[in-house]
């Protein structure tokens, strides 16, 4: 089993946009996937409330509990289980990022976005962990990105290959209760997360078993 912690103390970055689309991935390519959601806030857990199925599993889980968690979605078969976290919560973030393999920071490409980074930096150098930067809600047009790349490995961390631009698919399709590779599966939402996707699965060997792209 593998897990991803999906840590920002910058509100509105996209941790609960990654979470879910990545899920919802992994579950399309045959992988047992559970989030849970360490907010209390609890998003990721409304999601799952309307949705039409059950998988991926949504657990709602205080910080404290998370060892003892992960433990429960092992036994049940998870092979892939994904952290989503508050914002300005460092010891969830930190609870969070010892307990996985790969840690993914989701930022837009602003300035007082990047600046928030450090706080995750942080975080990633106490708990020693492999983590990557994505980035997230670009504008479709302009360099803004590039400019945001070279800030945040100012901050000693990678950056993904794959950037998630700003597109009314990851809104939408989450207000209905799914992720992109649902809502519009040959879109360029999905298409971002699915080689998103396989960028991590190579990154920290996570098995395919199925293609992720299905029409429906
Ligand atoms: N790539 C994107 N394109 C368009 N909208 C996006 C994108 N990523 C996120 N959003 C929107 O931005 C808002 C914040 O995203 P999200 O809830 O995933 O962030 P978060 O980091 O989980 O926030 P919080 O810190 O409050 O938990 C949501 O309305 C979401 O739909
Ligand atoms: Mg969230």
Redesign the pocket.
Known sequence: MKTLAII?Q?????????ALNLATAAERAGLATAVVDL?P?A?AKGWHDQRQQESPVVISAQAARLPEVIETARAHGAELVLI?T??HSESAALAAARAADLILI?CRPGILDIRAIATSADIVSLAKKDAVVVL??VPPQGHLHEDAEQAIQSYGLAVAPTR?????A??HS?TVGQTAVEFDPLGK?AAEIIELYQWICSRVDIPTRASVRKTA
């Open positions: 920002s910058k509100g509105g970055a996209g941790k609960t946009t990654l907010d806030q998003s989503d508050a914002p989701p997230n809600a998630l631009v700003q597109r009314a990851f809104v989450l939402a």
